[in-house]
């Protein structure tokens, strides 16, 4: 395929035309490179994504359940059962990886089973860290 550039959550970075394989210190290097190119400082990098993107949070929960108790909440998830958390309300839902519940355009929470373990990965992004904790807590009111 033509991708550019492919990341992951652990923060491995893989870039077109070179190694199909994650490499941090081609990373950082590329990032100099443009550094020194476009006298920009890393400041200014990450000052010019929130001019572009705006802010947001992220974070990551693993809830460790057992495995029937896993299975449930996919099935809920494939029979649209949740259409809310707490009071976040369900637009929309995406399944390409795990089930992605949209509460607006830069809303969302993610609940995405572990193929190998009895975890279930909770992920939310909202404009503050705050939210981002408040819409995790009511994921896991509302699922278990």
């Known amino acids: 395929e033509d991708v550019l550039l492919g990341g992951e959550e652990s923060g491995g970075i893989a ?11 081609w990373m950082g290097l590329i990032l100099f490179e443009f550094m020194a190119k476009s006298g920009k400082s890393l400041e200014d990098l990450i000052a010019e994504v929130y001019e572009i993107v705006g802010p947001f949070a992220f974070e990551r929960i693993d809830l460790h359940i057992d495995n029937d ?3 449930r909440i996919i099935e809920d998830c494939k029979r649209d059962k949740f259409t809310k958390f707490g009071k976040y309300e369900v637009e929309r839902i995406e399944t390409t990886d795990g089930f992605k519940f949209f509460f607006d ?5 993610m609940i995405r089973p572990s193929g190998t373990e009895p975890v279930l990965r909770t992920y939310a992004e909202a404009s503050t860290q705050e939210k981002v904790f408040d819409i995790l807590a009511d994921c896991k009111a509302t699922i278990l």
């Open 15 to 25: 870039t077109a035309g070179h190694i199909p394989e994650r490499d941090g210190i």
């Open 69 to 71: 108790t896993k299975l």
């Open 105 to 109: 355009a830069d809303t969302w929470l």
